[in-house]
């Protein structure tokens, strides 16, 4: 995938982002439930918004992890999931997902990745939000770059935990 195609994938995944963010709690309950084979009535009006045609197992998974992930906030301002500082691997770090199971997702092939993830982010604690384009590509790219930047995350995040353990 090249950095132009990250780029427009990352525009769309934002924008799809933003639309679970403003469906009531209702709708959001019924992405989290959904079968990502068949999707739901919520799924296919946001993909229509954002324009997305085509690829559907991949949307419907983002869409379902984005509504796991979103908190139940009055305001959909105090919905928004995505802060591109918080990198995946250091919050999966900070959640104590077992190194183990970031070798397991990490080199599992990309249909089992998919759902690996969206198991994992069920227990994830994000009150600061999580970069939600790397959440995506992972599901939808099988390029290793995004699987090592994940990686080096964690453990950059594992170090600096580390590091402020030994200097206490």
């Known amino acids: 995938m090249s950095a132009e195609q990250k780029d427009t994938l990352g525009v769309l995944l934002l ?8 469906l009531g709690p209702g709708g959001r309950a019924d992405l989290r439930r959904m079968n990502v084979d068949t999707g739901c009535a919520d799924l296919w ?16 998974r983002f869409a379902k992890i984005v509504a796991i992930l979103t908190p139940n906030r009055e305001s959909p ?17 900070d959640n104590d997902l077992s190194e183990a199971r970031l070798n397991r997702l990490c080199s599992a092939p990309l249909a089992q990745r998919r759902e690996m ?8 604690d994000t009150p600061a939000g ?39």
């Open 15 to 22: 924008r799809v982002a933003a639309q679970v963010a403003q």
């Open 45 to 60: 009006r946001i993909l229509a918004t954002v324009g997305v045609d085509g690829g559907h197992e991949p949307w419907a």
């Open 77 to 93: 301002e105090d919905r928004k999931v995505h802060n591109a500082k918080a990198r995946l691997g250091a919050v999966l770090f």
């Open 117 to 124: 993830l969206e198991r994992t982010v069920r227990g994830l």
């Open 130 to 168: 999580v970069d939600l384009v790397t959440v995506g590509l992972l599901l939808f790219s099988e390029a290793p770059d995004t699987v090592r930047r994940v990686a080096r995350d964690y453990f950059t995040a594992e170090v600096s935990a580390n590091m402020k353990e030994n200097a206490a």
